[in-house]
């Protein structure tokens, strides 16, 4: 199975808002409700932020959001931090009981 | 605190075996499905395996299918990866991680553990 498709990079002014879209199949994310975002630093384990599309675990900032459409799930972060600049990855439950991850995505603050 | 330590890392020649251990604690163990993931270094990350509770359901990406056999031992509070054949192309950080809730949410992760596949 694939991953699901991520854009490699996006980047954003501090305070601006992005979206980083996550897209799979009727199998994975179209299929379920259980997409997770998780954001990485270098050298360090993945940290979740979204969880069940929409969710946010204890102690994430409102400033990360979750939504999905179809096939697509997106992770949005408003009033961008420089400290929101690491790396982003989607994952999906699918129809096989597996998990899937996409690619990564790198968020760059300019 | 949930706390995971992952352990069993090292160098190991192609066509080796190596298994990997996961020890738990902070949380009531035995109520919690286990996953392993990897990461090659500067790729993404990669879900390998998933073992339920009580050992019931256990799934495995095709990629490993095979060749991995995860396996926990609730008295110990332990999850454990033995990995056989070992190619090149499993050289990765191996982490071990909570499920939340059986449909693939992650929400603990160790630090990881480094193997590397060398002759």
């Known amino acids: 199975q694939s991953a699901l498709t991520q854009p490699a990079s996006v980047s954003g002014s501090p305070g601006q808002s992005i979206t980083i879209s996550c897209t799979g199949t009727?199998?994975?994310?179209?299929?379920?409700?259980?997409v997770s975002w998780y954001q990485q630093n270098p050298g360090k384990a993945p940290r979740p932020m979204i969880y069940d599309v929409t969710k946010r675990p204890s102690g994430v900032s409102n400033r990360f959001s979750g939504s999905k459409s179809g096939n697509t799930a997106s992770l949005t972060i408003s009033g961008l931090q420089a400290e929101d600049e690491a790396d982003y990855y989607c994952?999906?439950?699918?129809?096989?009981?597996?998990?899937?991850f996409g690619g990564g995505t790198k968020l760059t603050v300019l | 605190e949930v706390h995971l330590v992952e352990s069993g890392g090292g160098l190991v020649k192609p066509g080796g075996s190596l298994r990997l251990s996961c020890a738990a604690s902070?949380?009531?163990?035995?109520?919690?499905?286990m996953n392993w993931v990897r990461q090659a270094p500067g790729k993404g990350l990669e879900w390998l395996s998933f073992i339920s509770s009580g050992s019931i359901y256990i799934y495995y990406a095709d990629s490993v299918k095979g060749r991995l056999t995860i396996s926990r031992d609730n008295a110990r509070n332990s999850v454990f990866l033995q990995m056989n054949s070992l190619r090149a192309e499993d050289t990765a950080m191996y982490y071990c991680a909570r499920d939340y809730h059986d449909r693939g949410y992650i929400d603990s992760w160790g630090q990881g553990t480094l193997v590397t596949v060398s002759s």
């Open positions: 994952s999906s439950y699918t129809t096989r009981s597996t998990v899937i």
């Open positions: 902070g949380f009531t163990f035995s109520s919690y499905s």
């Open positions: 009727s199998s994975d994310i179209g299929g379920y409700d259980f």
